[in-house]
């Protein structure tokens, strides 16, 4: 994973400290901040492959920048939200239907569990390849409109 780069975020640095020994031993350069507007600037500024962040941020929300990020860079950068806070399905599904983000984790959380997913997420760039050539052209509009009308003209 060497030349890696996430973004943690986290107005606690005592979780920012423990998420960053988490991939320590992985070549991944860790980068960090304390607010949503100070992670957005370094998400600018030094574009990481993934952040991961708390929901609740003072100066711009979690699921705010979430959105942000994720607007930006057409879902190419995974968002990974880490929360204390904000607790239960409810939150979660939000988060990834609305916000974009690629996963939701509740703290406590499984470590091995997250850092797996991380991995995951950049050891192909947070994109999701698919093999195109085993998806079936579909059919073109018109014929089927004309299949259908022919259908219903028999009954």
């Known amino acids: 994973m060497a030349g890696k780069k996430i973004l943690i975020v986290d107005y606690d640095t005592k979780s920012i400290d423990s998420l960053s020994k ?9 980068m960090t901040a304390m607010d949503g507007v100070e992670a957005y600037e370094k998400f600018k500024a030094d574009e990481p492959d993934l952040v991961l962040l708390e929901a609740m941020l003072p100066r711009m929300h979690g699921f705010d920048l979430a959105q ?14 880490v929360t204390a806070v904000y607790k239960g399905h409810q939150y979660r599904n939000e988060a990834l239907r609305t916000f974009g983000v ?17 991995l995951n997420l950049i050891g ?7 093999d195109i050539s085993e998806i079936p052209e579909l059919p073109d509009p018109d014929s089927v409109i004309e299949t259908l009308t022919e259908m219903l003209k028999k009954k």
């Not at 988490?22 to 860790?30: N, Q, Y």
């Not at 690629?102 to 991380?118: A, I, M, W």
């Open 68 to 81: 942000k990020i994720t607007h930006d860079t057409k879902g190419r950068v995974p968002v990974i939200i």
């Open 124 to 130: 192909r760039g947070g994109e999701v390849e698919e």
């Open 22 to 30: 988490l991939f320590a031993d992985h070549k991944i350069e860790v």
């Open 102 to 118: 690629s996963d939701y984790f509740e703290k406590p959380f499984d470590q091995d569990k997250l850092l797996n997913r991380v």
